[in-house]
């Protein structure tokens, strides 16, 4: 990869970080009519739609760069580390990860499409490697 190519993968994964972090705060959003409109107060994660969206997005753009797996799973692997990261160290000792049905839904919605076009770009590369050995 050129250095133009570096610093926009390392644009990629800042964007999965500071996604990651936004996912998080937005998280306990409530239809209580503060933020959002006033409907009996329901919990309304909205930002795991942005989840399930975003990070394979991230995931096939990664894959331009290279088809090697650790280069399109970047922005996977740093979102999934911002949220361990948040998980595990808490500023000033509050809690920012609930320990609740929304924490799991965003895990697997921004996950697991992720991880789908990770398999994907597996099957890129197989076949990329299968037409390179035909040729020789």
Not at 22 to 34: M, N, S, Y
Not at 56 to 64: E, H, I
């Amino acid at each position: 990869m050129s250095l133009g190519d570096r610093l926009r993968y390392g644009g990629l994964l800042l964007v999965s970080v500071v996604l990651a972090v936004v996912e998080l705060f937005f998280l306990p959003l409530r239809l209580d009519g503060r933020v959002l409109p006033n409907l009996a107060s329901i919990p309304f994660p909205v930002t795991v739609l942005l989840a399930a969206f975003t990070t394979p997005l991230l995931v096939t753009a990664a894959s331009r760069f290279s088809l090697r797996t650790v280069v399109a799973a970047g922005p996977l692997f740093a979102w999934l580390g911002t949220l361990l990261a948040f998980l595990l160290v808490t500023p000033g000792g509050d809690r920012i990860v609930l320990a609740d049905w929304r924490t799991l839904l965003l895990l697997a919605a921004g996950a697991f499409p992720a991880a789908v076009k990770i398999g994907d770009v597996l099957a890129k590369a197989t076949l990329e490697r299968a037409k390179g050995s035909n040729r020789g």
